[in-house]
């Protein structure tokens, strides 16, 4: 069964980094595409990105280019989503998701981020 | 980029209800269409892939239908346990967007 298991809850003041991890047990990462989706609160879902574990190969929508990294490490089959300098506005819900057969066929629990002063 | 657009924003209805949820892609998609549903404070759930495959485990009361820029999800007889948002989103070019949301509220 896939389990994506993603890091816990954060409070981060503006300014300051990040970096959120998704873990994956029971498949083979390096075969499929995982990719982050941003919920702010109360709001829809934003596709930020993704990324292929095999190469690495990453794909970034233009609303975050540039805004964001994300990253791998195979050796322990986790994804990584980072920020360099969080924003009030990078407060959000934001969830990990393998995409299968051309859709997120198994997201993380998602990983609260809480930017304030 | 390809912009999805969901009508209604919202509807209510009633258990045992027919509802159906429209998305439009601004250009063609062919069939990589893909709806999910969200319960607050939860992850989302994949219903349908490739705008008519269910998803392992979904109900058959969920079906899929459509191609090329216009789809449908249509839920045959409404459960108590269907009321929630439900997104599509396209997987036909990156980046994969996702329409806005469709809030399925209890009449």
């Known amino acids: 069964e896939v389990q994506l298991v993603q890091s816990g809850a954060e409070v981060k003041k503006p300014g300051e980094s990040l970096k959120i991890s998704c873990k994956d047990s029971?498949?083979?990462?390096?075969?499929?595409?995982i990719g982050w989706v941003r919920q702010m609160p109360g709001r829809g879902l934003e596709w930020m990105g993704i990324i292929y574990p095999g190469d690495s190969d990453t794909r970034y929508s233009p609303s975050f280019q540039g805004q964001v990294t994300i990253s791998v490490d195979k050796s322990i089959s986790t994804a990584y989503l980072q920020w360099s300098s969080l924003k009030a506005s990078d407060t959000a819900m934001y969830y990990c998701?393998?995409?299968?057969?051309?859709?997120?066929?198994?997201w993380g629990q998602g990983t609260l981020v809480t930017v304030s002063s | 980029d390809i912009q999805m657009t969901q009508s209604p924003s919202s509807v209510s209805a009633s258990v045992g209800d027919r509802v159906t949820i429209t998305c439009r892609a601004s250009q063609d998609i062919s069939s990589w269409l893909a709806w999910y549903q969200q319960k607050p404070g939860k992850a989302p759930n994949l219903l349908i892939y490739g705008a008519s495959s269910l998803h392992s485990g979904v109900p058959s009361r969920f079906s899929g239908s459509g191609s090329g820029t216009d789809f449908t999800l249509t839920i045959s007889s409404l459960q108590p346990e269907d009321f929630a948002t439900y997104y599509c989103q396209q997987a036909n070019s990156f980046p994969f967007n996702f329409g806005q949301g469709t809030k399925l509220e209890i009449k």
């Open positions: 998701a393998r995409h299968r057969n051309n859709a997120y066929d198994s």
């Open positions: 029971g498949y083979s990462f390096t075969n499929y595409w």
